[in-house]
C-alpha cells in the first residue's frame, strides 16, 4: 500500500515563528502536493511539486514556501505564521501520469496563536 | 479547468443505495471525470475514474451520462462508514497533475 505520513497530526505555534511541516511518500512518486483545508473553502492548492528541486505555484502560494531536496520528501515552509494560517494542511503524492489518483496524508491540524 | 457542481449534502439510509449526483456541462472531450472522498478526520482518498464508459471498482461504480455533462457516483450499500464529503472532480490530459477540489457533497448515513 502507498504510505503518505506527515510529521505532525496537531502543531500549535505562536505568531511569527518558522513552521516546517514534513511530508513523506514510500512509492517513488515524481508529483508531490501540498493543501490546506477550511471549513466552507474545501481543499486549496499551495504548491507542487514534479521532481526533485523543483516546485510550481498552486492556487494559494502567498506565505508559503517549500523545499524538495529529495524524491520523497516534500516540506512546506510558513517563513512567518500568521493566525490567518491556521488550517488543516494536507500533503498528496501521485505517480507522473496524466490522470492517476493522488495518495493524501492524514493532515496536520496547524494552530497558530 | 472545467467546473463541477454537486448538492452541498445529502441522506441516505443505511444499506440501501446511495446516488450522488454530479453537473459539468462544460467538460471538454479530454477531461476525465474523478471522485474521491474524505472520511471524517481523514486525507482524501481515491474512489474511481472514468472517461466515457460506466465503470465499477470494489468500492463504488460511476455512471456517466451519454453527453457526459453529468454523472452519478452509486454506492451500492452505503454503511455507516462511508459518511464522509464526496468530490467530483475534473481532470485533464495534460501534465499538470494538480487536482482543484470543490466543496462536496456531505453524505449522512441514518442509521
Known amino acids: 500500500d502507498v504510505k503518505v505520513t506527515q510529521s505532525s497530526r496537531y502543531l500549535v505555534k505562536r505568531t511569527g515563528e518558522k513552521v516546517f511541516l514534513e511530508c513523506v511518500q514510500d512509492m517513488d512518486h515524481e508529483n508531490m502536493f501540498w493543501y490546506r483545508q477550511d471549513p466552507g473553502l474545501g481543499l486549496r492548492l499551495i504548491y507542487f511539486?514534479?521532481?526533485?528541486?523543483?516546485?510550481e505555484k498552486g492556487d494559494i502560494p502567498e506565505g508559503y514556501s517549500v523545499s524538495r531536496e529529495k524524491k520523497e520528501r516534500f516540506s512546506l515552509i510558513l517563513e512567518s505564521a500568521s493566525t490567518n494560517q491556521t488550517s488543516m494542511y494536507l500533503c498528496a503524492s501521485s505517480l507522473a501520469v496524466r490522470t492517476g489518483e493522488q495518495y493524501f496524508g492524514p493532515g496536520t491540524r496547524l494552530t497558530v496563536t | 479547468d472545467a467546473k463541477t457542481t454537486q448538492p452541498n449534502s445529502m441522506e441516505s439510509n443505511e444499506e440501501e443505495p446511495v446516488h450522488l449526483p454530479c453537473n459539468h456541462s462544460?467538460?471538454?472531450?479530454?477531461?476525465?471525470i474523478h471522485w474521491y472522498r474524505q472520511l471524517p478526520s481523514q486525507g482524501p482518498e481515491y474512489v474511481i475514474h472514468g472517461l466515457t464508459s460506466n465503470v465499477n471498482n470494489r468500492m463504488a461504480s460511476l455512471a456517466i451520462a451519454e453527453d457526459r455533462k453529468s454523472s452519478t457516483l452509486i454506492l451500492h450499500r452505503a454503511t455507516l462508514r462511508d459518511a464522509a464529503v464526496y468530490y467530483c472532480?475534473?481532470?485533464?490530459?495534460?501534465?499538470?497533475?494538480?487536482?482543484?477540489f470543490g466543496k462536496g457533497t456531505r453524505l449522512h448515513i441514518l442509521p
Open positions: 462544460t467538460i471538454s472531450g479530454t477531461d476525465y
Open positions: 472532480i475534473l481532470r485533464a490530459m495534460n501534465r499538470d497533475d494538480k487536482i482543484i
Open positions: 511539486s514534479y521532481d526533485v528541486k523543483m516546485k
